[in-house]
């Protein structure tokens, strides 16, 4: 998992990985602009704007209901702006704006980078033929693969309010460095075009806009006494992705198993590749559509399914043991939690909770849960948004972790193995609820 969360510093790269492991599997790419040709006992995937994937397996008995397992692949970042260059004090700085609720601190005095997709015109587009209009655009993964950028603290001597609750500005605190300025003659902006598309291999001419993302270069490690802890960037939620992949490509499905990532979830989900989008309704309507279903036999299909939306949860702090619920206190290395919340900011009920709890006890996989302490406010994740496209019954699960929202945070190592063997249960199950 942690060389995955290595090779996947962007939405972009994750699901780029993705498909690569699932066409090693034999899965069939499918485009969403052209016609489905489907087959029963075939296995398939589908993407949308390269940063959220769905794929799924059909039992050779006919599509009865849809096994779902669904995650995502964002974390809270730094996005770089459009002609980003900034220079003061003799250094050139990148422009960036916030991208997800972080914790500001961590991204002090790391060693930094950026990753995402390039725009491109193809040679095409340059034909002397005037009477072809088309406008031609390609796109490449980029990742600086070095330590390119820093964060520098202001030293405690300028700021004694560092180490008092400091309040940081995005705009002045948290801007990157990425090199001395030597010539101020020059353009700033088109020494980062240059850079941009030396990695990407393509003229500076040809480049036509970026999503760039600041990553945390920090290696990831095992550490413990036993080595019993793991520390990463983007564990939210890659490691609900990979330990769902793991799961879903070595299940035995006897129903329809649907993996699905979606991207955009630290920032509300609202679009056309969010759990808000119709990204999985349409996949889903495609599926039985090209195995000739009816709209009423597509609808009841809906009705037998179930959703595991898998996004990790917080452990209980061992220096802040008394922020959590006095009661449930989901610990690193136990297993799956459940996510429970009053107001619905989770799906969990009592019923799709109990589905879950059955699939581990299955499985012998214990389980946990979460609430949060009931004068907190907990975040929502993409099980309630995806439900307001795809109403089927939900349960929110994850594993237990710290840091959320830091550039690089920690969790259980013995998590995983239980994860993907609770997850291949339930995309193995029949369920009858």
Not at 88 to 110: H, I, Q, T
Not at 134 to 144: G, Y
Request: with cysteine.
């Amino acid at each position: 998992m942690l060389d995955f969360i290595q090779k996947s510093p962007s939405p972009f790269h994750a699901v780029a990985n993705i498909e690569k492991e699932l066409e090693a599997k034999g899965f069939i790419r499918l485009q969403e602009n052209k016609k489905w040709q489907l087959a029963l006992g075939g296995k398939f995937f589908v993407t949308r704007n390269s940063s959220a994937i769905i794929a799924f397996t059909l039992p050779k008995s006919g599509v009865e209901s849809f096994n779902i397992c669904a995650s995502h692949c964002d974390s809270p970042s730094f996005k770089i702006k459009e002609n980003p260059v900034l220079s003061s004090a003799s250094c050139l700085k990148l422009n960036v704006e916030p991208y997800g609720g972080m914790l500001c601190a961590p991204w002090f005095d790391r060693p930094l980078s950026f990753a995402g997709r390039v725009i491109y015109k193809d040679a095409k587009s340059n034909s002397p033929d005037e009477s072809d209009e088309t406008i031609r655009l390609k796109q490449k993964l980029i990742d600086v693969d070095r330590d390119l950028l820093m964060i520098p603290s202001l030293a405690i001597h300028m700021n004694r309010e560092a180490n008092s609750g400091y309040t940081y500005n995005a705009a002045r605190d948290m801007v990157p460095l990425l090199a001395f300025q030597e010539d101020k003659n020059q353009d700033s902006n088109l020494i980062f075009k240059k850079l941009i598309a030396s990695y990407a291999d393509i003229e500076e001419s040809a480049l036509v806009s970026a999503d760039l993302f600041l990553y945390c270069r920090s290696q990831p490690t095992f550490w413990g006494l036993d080595n019993e802890f793991i520390s990463s960037a983007k564990l939210d939620d890659l490691e609900c992705v990979w330990t769902s992949l793991e799961a879903f490509l070595s299940s035995d499905a006897k129903v329809t198993s649907v993996f699905a990532v979606f991207d955009n979830e630290e920032v509300g989900s609202r679009t056309r590749q969010g759990a808000e989008s119709t990204f999985l309704a349409d996949t889903l309507e495609r599926i039985s559509l090209a195995l000739n279903l009816s709209e009423e036999e597509h609808k009841i299909c809906l009705s037998k399914s179930f959703m595991v939306s898998a996004d990790n949860a917080h452990a209980v702090h061992p220096n802040y043991e008394g922020e959590s619920d006095p009661v449930n206190k989901p610990l690193v290395n136990k297993g799956p939690v459940i996510k429970f919340n009053a107001e619905q900011r989770y799906t969990s009920d009592s019923l799709s909770a109990a589905v879950f709890k059955e699939v581990c006890k299955k499985a012998g996989v214990p389980f946990q849960i979460f609430t949060n302490r009931s004068d907190k406010r907990g975040g929502s994740t993409l099980g309630n948004i995806s439900g307001t496209k795809v109403s089927i019954a939900s349960v929110d699960i994850g594993l237990a972790q710290w840091a959320m929202h830091s550039p690089y945070e920690s969790a259980g190592a013995l998590d995983l193995e239980l994860m993907v063997r609770a997850l291949k249960e339930f995309y193995s199950s029949r369920l009858d609820f």
